[in-house]
């Protein structure tokens, strides 16, 4: 039986916000390989203004936007969405494809 420490899950969740100071919250899947992520995008980011179908073809559909919290509407977004700045964005995304959205988000 696994126990769970604390302390652990503390050091976890350090370890996440440093290695990924542009996302709010991150939740590891699947052993690691696949992240669930709460990024608010920042005024400037490349991702602000590009619809969601565009991004995609753009970066071989390396993520998945699963919602987007605007003011106080939650959109469960389509391929004509767009994201925009001051958006709170759920993304899931793997491992590997981790570096290729920071550069769109940052």
Known sequence: SDLVYPEM????????AI??????QSVSLCDGNLLLLAVK??????????????????????FHVAAIRRDEDLII???NDTIEQGDHVIIATTLKQLTDLSMILK
Not at 9 to 16: C, V, Y
Not at 19 to 24: E, G, K, N, T
């Open 41 to 62: 995008v920042r005024d400037g980011a490349p991702i602000v203004g590009q619809k969601l179908m565009d991004i995609g073809r753009m970066h071989h559909e390396a």
């Open 19 to 24: 290695s990924r100071p542009w996302a709010r």
């Open 77 to 79: 977004p389509r391929g």
């Open 9 to 16: 899950l503390g050091g976890q969740f350090i370890a996440a």
